[in-house]
């Protein structure tokens, strides 16, 4: 196996585009579970409904066709993720600040 130090910058960056299709794809399992487990926690509230919607954007978000830029595929890719990073983070943070109440 070539190390990762052993690559030509080609390789790290395909390597790395991988990783982040992985981990975009791991985020979009997540949001699809988390909105369905808490989806009648979230419709009861209007800041659920706000949260609710923006997590079906996030759900939304693909990757755009195939651009030759590898640097560009994985620059969306990272803004994918941060995307539905975001949207994971506000939704435990509605679910924990609502558990509290009820």
């Known amino acids: 196996m070539v190390h990762f130090a052993e690559m030509t910058d080609e390789e790290r960056l395909a390597r790395l585009e991988r990783k982040a299709a992985e981990i975009r794809?791991?985020?979009f399992g997540?949001?699809?579970?988390?909105?369905d487990a808490?989806?009648?926690?979230?419709?009861?509230?209007?800041?659920?409904?706000?949260?609710?919607?923006?997590?079906?954007k996030a759900e939304e978000l693909f990757t755009e066709g195939t651009p030759h830029d590898s640097l560009k595929r994985l620059e969306h890719t990272?803004?994918?993720i941060n995307q539905r990073a975001k949207s994971i983070f506000d939704l435990m943070v509605y679910i924990s600040e609502n558990k509290k109440h009820d």
């Open 25 to 27: 794809k791991m985020l």
């Open 38 to 56: 808490w989806k009648d926690n979230l419709s009861q509230r209007r800041e659920g409904l706000e949260i609710m919607e923006a997590v079906e």
């Open 30 to 35: 997540i949001l699809l579970m988390s909105k």
């Open 78 to 80: 990272i803004d994918i």
